[in-house]
């Protein structure tokens, strides 16, 4: 099998999104694709499937293809075990076609090649074996082996493991995957990256894991500008060595740039000194030689035009590095508060879902956050950490226990769905809109100081341009970035983060958890990003699978 991608490009109505792009995959290749959100990464992989089209360069494709999306749209009435047999489907079709082929050869005069072709392609695709190993990567992802089960019912992180599932039991020439790991626990992670690592066609892969970049990743291909333009390939392995290069690409980009602004800046202000010489204004003493003067005030302004110049025709145009997050000061406490109180405390905890099935329940158990306190939740997929950030959230009601929240504290929270819509009348507000929205109803909850607002636009998470966009047009990636925003729009005392690396830039990923780690306000955050786990170690730590 083989995958090239040459000179590519891809715009949508009025907006480029990927220019200069260069893939190359074949047999053991397992490429990580990584860029900032809205970088075209999810394009990129629409394009290598040849779901959507290039405005320019050519895609050249030898083997089966399979894409795993992040969304998964449910038509109603299907189940599980449809989306099993759809997967499966071109499978199923090859072992009819073998089937026939060997019923009807003839052993005299038949064409042996034909039904040598037939045989090896279904050798090849293992796939009078398809059906234990969908078993089995349910079962290792953790996900729902009814095959009955209408995927309605099913969460969203649920579809992802049964399409996932589905995926990779398929056995594709080339797998494209689009943040396999936002819906998996360690385990799932760990029988995910054991595939990939074993698996004998090429791999394209779309990760803010960095523990999975690690672990996977033959070489790393950065969809973000570069100083001098293009995407750039990292060719050696793993995260760490794409992460060094990449710091030491943007020291000198930054480096560069405020060089050139700086020779820039100089060069104006020395042309703008010598034209003041030659202002209507200005008049020479009477007797003054002003000829003279005159003609040598001339003489400097061209000067400073050659100067000019000739900075035009030695820099080379650097344009701005890109943005960075800049994280609020966040307070931890109010005027006039006792440090010695919790900001919230809940106390025997229990919460069931509407049919009674119990989400939650730990009796005996005390769970107070401190101001500037920090909590890391960790537990399998099912075990209940985002129904027990709803309870401390006081979103989901208790059906025993109690919760007590201190009078005055503001709560920001990022939930793993995420509150913004991509679809709606409230997807067609623009980030700008949406925001304001946001401010106003916590006004008028008496949650927002109107003294501590913080304003998106300098966070760094979106531009400018990307606010002024209908929030639908923004990629699943830039739709989180605004779900972090909305939740320090208020600076709370308190960040509740459900699974805050889901769909963010590594990038990003790394500025967040530093921020995190620093900030004044109390923290609470639950995750399977293994690298955030690690480098959030030292804080206080509730196991749900072992919450005693």
């Known amino acids: 099998m083989h995958l090239v991608a040459t000179d590519l490009a891809f715009a949508y109505p009025g907006r480029h999104v990927l220019q200069d792009v260069q893939v190359r995959v074949s047999e053991g290749v397992r490429l990580g694709v990584v860029g900032e959100n809205g970088s075209g990464k999810s394009t990129l992989l629409h394009l290598l499937a040849g779901d959507l089209t290039p405005s320019a360069g050519e895609i050249r494709r030898a083997g089966s293809v399979a894409l ?55 050798e090849h695709l293992a796939a009078w074996d398809a059906d234990r190993r969908v078993d089995e990567a349910l079962s290792r992802l953790g996900a729902v082996r009814d095959l009955t089960r209408p995927l309605e019912s099913l969460s969203v992180g649920q579809r992802y493991r049964v399409r996932l599932a589905c995926h990779l039991a398929e056995r594709a020439d080339l797998l494209l995957l689009d943040e396999p790991t936002n819906h998996l626990d360690d385990s799932g992670v760990a029988y995910l990256t054991e595939t990939l690592q074993s698996w004998r066609g090429g791999v394209v892969l779309v990760s803010h894991d960095r523990e999975l970049l690690d672990d996977v990743a033959t070489a ?14 990292y060719g050696q392995p793993g995260y760490h060595s794409y992460r060094l290069n990449k710091a030491q690409m943007l020291a000198r980009w930054r480096q560069r740039y405020r060089t050139e602004q700086e020779r820039r800046a100089t060069l104006e202000f020395r042309l703008d000194r010598s034209y003041e010489g030659l202002s209507d204004e ?55 508060w006792d440090a010695a109180e919790a900001l919230v405390e809940l106390r025997s905890p229990r919460v069931e879902a509407p049919d009674g099935a119990v989400r939650v329940d730990l009796p005996g158990t005390r769970l107070a956050v401190p101001p500037s306190g920090r909590l890391l939740v960790t537990g399998a997929n099912g075990t209940g950490k985002s129904t027990l950030l709803g309870a401390l959230c006081g979103i989901l009601p208790l059906a025993r226990g109690s919760r007590t929240l201190r009078e ?61 966009r209908p ?78």
Not at 68 to 92: I, S
Not at 455 to 462: E, F, Q, S
Not at 473 to 501: I, K, W, Y
Not at 526 to 538: E, F, I, P, Q
């Open 471 to 548: 929030l639908r047009e923004l990629s699943v990636g830039q739709r989180r970035r605004f779900d972090v925003a909305l939740a320090l729009l208020h600076a709370p005392h308190l960040l509740v983060l459900d699974e805050p690396t889901n769909h963010l830039s590594v990038d990003l990923v790394d500025a967040l958890t530093l921020a995190l780690q620093r900030t004044s306000a109390a923290v609470v955050v639950a995750t399977h990003d293994r690298r955030m786990r690690a480098d959030l170690a030292d804080w206080h730590h509730l196991d749900l699978h072992h919450p005693r």
């Open 68 to 122: 795993v999306t992040q969304e998964l749209h449910v038509t109603p009435g299907r189940t599980v075990g449809d989306l099993v047999e759809d997967t499966l489907a071109h499978l199923r079709a090859l072992v009819t076609e073998l089937e026939a082929v060997a019923a009807g050869f003839d052993h005299d005069g038949g064409d042996l090649a034909e039904l040598s072709d037939v045989l090896a392609r279904v």
């Open 220 to 233: 790393v291909y950065d969809l973000d500008p570069s100083m001098d333009g293009p995407p750039v390939l």
């Open 408 to 468: 005055g504290v503001r709560i920001g929270v990022v939930g793993q769905e995420g509150r913004v819509p991509d679809d709606g009348s409230d997807a067609a507000r623009s980030g700008f809109d949406a925001y304001a929205a946001e401010a106003l109803e916590l006004l008028s909850r008496g949650e927002l100081d109107p003294d501590h607002l913080v304003p998106v636009a300098a966070l760094g998470l979106l531009s400018e341009a990307e606010l002024e």
């Open 282 to 336: 200005w008049r020479p003493p009477k007797g003054s030689q002003k000829h003279r003067r005159g003609t040598r005030a001339r003489i400097h302004v061209k000067a400073a035009d050659r100067l000019v110049e000739q900075l035009k025709a030695e820099a080379v145009d650097v344009p701005p590095p890109p943005q960075e997050l800049a994280f609020p000061d966040l307070p931890s406490m109010s005027p006039g």
